[in-house]
C-alpha cells in the first residue's frame, strides 16, 4: 500500500486547525473567561467562530477530500458538515462545561453555519480552483 503525502499532511493540518480553535478561544487556554462572554455571546464572538470554523471547514474538506479518494464530492460535502458539526458541538460542550454555563447553541449554530459556507461554495467555485483544493483530476 502506497501513502501519499497528502493523505498524512492534510489530516495533521486539520487537527492542528482545530487545535488552534480550542487554544484562541478565550477561556481556554487557562486566561479568564472575559465578562462579555457571560451569560450570551456578543457578535464578536459569533464573527469569531462563523470565520474560524469557516477556515477549519477549508482544511476538513480538503483532508476528507484527499483520505476518501472513491466517495463522491457530495458525500464529502455532506461528511465534512457532519462531522465538523459535531467537532463544534464538542467545543461548545466543553465551553459550557468548563465555565459552569448552559449549552451555548446560538455559538453552536454559529459555527456550522461557517461550515455550510464552505460546503456551497465548493458548488460555485471555479473548476480548476475546485480540482487544484481538493487534490482531485476530475470534478464528478
Known amino acids: 500500500m502506497i501513502i501519499r503525502f497528502g493523505s498524512i499532511f492534510w489530516p495533521l493540518i486539520c487537527c492542528l486547525a482545530y487545535a488552534a480553535l480550542f487554544a484562541i478561544w478565550p477561556g481556554f487556554a487557562g486566561m479568564e473567561l472575559p465578562g462579555w462572554l457571560r451569560p450570551a ?27 476518501f479518494l472513491l466517495h463522491s464530492f457530495h458525500w464529502l460535502r455532506i461528511m465534512m458538515v457532519l462531522f465538523g458539526a459535531l467537532l463544534a458541538f464538542l467545543q461548545s460542550l466543553v465551553f459550557s462545561v468548563r465555565h459552569s454555563l448552559a449549552l451555548p447553541m446560538e455559538l453552536w449554530l454559529m459555527a456550522v453555519l461557517g461550515l455550510a459556507a464552505i460546503a456551497m461554495l465548493v458548488r460555485v467555485l471555479p473548476s480548476r480552483l475546485a480540482y487544484f483544493w481538493l487534490g482531485r483530476d476530475r470534478w464528478e
Request: positive net charge; without cysteine; charged residues 10%.
Open 41 to 67: 455571546a456578543s457578535a464578536d464572538v459569533k464573527w469569531f467562530l462563523l470565520l474560524g470554523y469557516a477556515g477549519f471547514g477549508i482544511v476538513l474538506l480538503a483532508a476528507m477530500a484527499r483520505l
